[in-house]
Nanobody
Framework: QVQLVESGGGLVQPGGSLRLSCAAS????????MSWYRQAPGNQRELVAS???????NYADSVKGRFTISRDGVSNTMYLQLNSLKPEDTALYSC?????????WGQGTQVTVSS
């Protein structure tokens, strides 16, 4: 059974940083494309960043140069480093992968950027 568990969210001031984690079980994350999405109240869910099995990364234009996606095959955990946070980054952040034809999601971790 595939399980994705996010952590690391919280309240941070503008300009601050956070590191989000997505711990996976039942799947080897190094073999699949893994992604981070976010959804703010009243907005559609949007793709923030993804990393392929080959290590290629992709970012939304709004986070390029500020966020960094990475993974650790030993701990089977994906990360999202969030720097220079802005109030508009406030959202529920969730990790995702496509496994055996089904999208698998974690429960999400809330990031709130406010002074």
């Amino acid at each position: 059974q595939v399980q994705l568990v996010e952590s690391g969210g919280g309240l941070v001031q503008p300009g601050g940083s956070l590191r989000l984690s997505c711990a996976a079980s039942g799947i080897s994350i190094a073999r699949y494309t893994m992604s981070w999405y976010r959804q703010a109240p009243g907005n559609q869910r949007e793709l923030v960043a993804s990393i392929t099995s080959g290590g290629s990364t992709n970012y939304a234009d709004s986070v390029k140069g500020r966020f960094t996606i990475s993974r650790d095959g030993v701990s089977n955990t994906m990360y999202l480093q969030l720097n220079s946070l802005k109030p508009e980054d406030t959202a529920l952040y969730s990790c995702n992968t496509l496994y055996r034809g089904l999208y698998r999601w974690g429960q999400g971790t809330q990031v709130t950027v406010s002074s």
